[in-house]
Nanobody
Framework: EVQLVESGGGLVQAGGSLRLSCAAS????????VGWFRQAPGKEREGVLC????????YSGESAKGRFTISRDNAKNTMYLQMNSLKPEDTAVYYC????????????????WGQGTQVTVSS
């Protein structure tokens, strides 16, 4: 059974940093693309970053460029989202998600989701 569990969210001041974790079980990163998405109240879910082992590429949403990075620890089967220079508009529930092989920009094309972790950035 595929499971994804996010952690690391919390309250941070603008300009601060957070690192989110996505612990995966039931699959390995070699076979799946893992992406980070976020959803703020009243807004559409949007892609943040995605990494695919199949093509070795990282795909970045506009909000992440220059501030967020994605990494993984294969031994722990965990994907990380490092977020720097946080802004109040980054406040959202952050989700990790997985789909077979390649990243996709449309969140509807992801098969497995974590429960989400709240990130709140105060001004």
């Amino acid at each position: 059974e595929v499971q994804l569990v996010e952690s690391g969210g919390g309250l941070v001041q603008a300009g601060g940093s957070l690192r989110l974790s996505c612990a995966a079980s039931g699959f390995t990163f070699d076979d799946y693309a893992v992406g980070w998405f976020r959803q703020a109240p009243g807004k559409e879910r949007e892609g943040v970053l995605c990494f695919s082992s199949s093509d070795g590429r990282t795909y970045s949403g506009e909000s992440a460029k220059g501030r967020f990075t994605i990494s993984r620890d294969n031994a722990k089967n965990t994907m990380y989202l490092q977020m720097n220079s946080l802004k109040p508009e980054d406040t959202a529930v952050y989700y990790c998600a997985a789909r077979s092989r390649l990243c996709a920009p449309d969140w509807l094309r992801y098969d497995y989701w974590g429960q989400g972790t709240q990130v709140t950035v105060s001004s």
